[in-house]
């Protein structure tokens, strides 16, 4: 079995390494710059409890080295995802899988829906339908990801906690592709269920990012404090609720209620969100994702979004001061432009 890591960083490295481990799986990892060296020099090596992992596979930033493989996991984030898509064509044969390992909305997130978004794009996560086109939404496997790990040096992946992997078709069926990937991820020694309503637990890893990420970002916060922190706490609260009405008008099931949610973020303790780690390290800020795409889907829904508009206009402004989420000249306006005689 082929299977390329399209983006060998945190979480695509901790998985390319274990499954480089499995027998009979042939995999490949994409990175690029001083982590790719390191990889080529030394192998990719994976820190984890006491141990350390090392994995020496075939590392290359040029996709078209690969040829077409049986599982792409897409371990990018989300923007860069949608800037690699032209690039991930040489990797895909007629059967080949795209397994979207990241957080957030998918960019196929309402392929073969049964209501009537069905095969909807949404702008946010895919501007110019890029993926949908290119990849083919019949090729996405939804992930979502519970591990935390970290690019410590170039080269070495840090392991936090975590070990689950949930995937699932868009469609709902317990096809034969997922459980062929789930058997090598749980060889690996990951637990990766295979689940037949995989949007309900998008929305429920994206409950917590959608507030945590971006309050922690703009307050440097950890998760505990913003998940305890009563004025925090309260706006995550109200965020939550308004994405869980949205959900709710998609069809999505909450299994657990915003409460227990929330408590579930603060026993994880003093973590560093992905989106502060970005900011601190003057990354470009996941916010599409993880936020502007919900505001689309209320707005599709016919929902008002006060609280989550604006922690978003916050958060995106801080992304362009720093320079690290982008500028469109046409939406932001001039001072001149809002002059009213
Ligand atoms: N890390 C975590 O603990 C968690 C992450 N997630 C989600 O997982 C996804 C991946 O995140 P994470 O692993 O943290 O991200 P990382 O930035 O650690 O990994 C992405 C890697 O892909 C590389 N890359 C980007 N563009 C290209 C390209 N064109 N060619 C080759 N390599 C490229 C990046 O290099 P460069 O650094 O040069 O950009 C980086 O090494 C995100 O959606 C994130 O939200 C979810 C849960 C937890
Ligand atoms: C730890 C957690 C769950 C915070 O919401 C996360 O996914 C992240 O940091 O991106």
Redesign the pocket.
Known sequence: MKVCI????????YLGVELAQVEGVEVSL????S??AAIRENGLKLDIGEEQHVAKVTAT?DPKELGPQDFVIV????H?AW??AD?MVPLLGPDTAVVT????VPWWYFHGVDNAYRNLRLNTVDPDDRQWDLIGPQRAIGCV???????TAPGVIKH?YGNKFAIGEPDGSISERCQRLSEVLEKAGFKAPVLPNIRDEIWLKLWG?LCFNPISALTRATLDVVATDPGTRALSRNMMEEAQRIGARLGVHFRVDVERRINGAARVGAHRT?MLQDLEKG?QL?ID?LLTAVQEMGRLVDLQTPHIDSVLALVQQLGRTQGLYPVFPEEAGSPESLVVD
């Open positions: 399209y983006g060998a960083g945190a979480i695509g490295g994409i990175a690029r710059g982590h790719l930033d371990a990018l984030k989300t860069q800037e690699i690039q390992c990241q957080n957030g990801v519970y591990p935390a790990t970290e690019i936090t990012n992905s990354r996941e994702a």
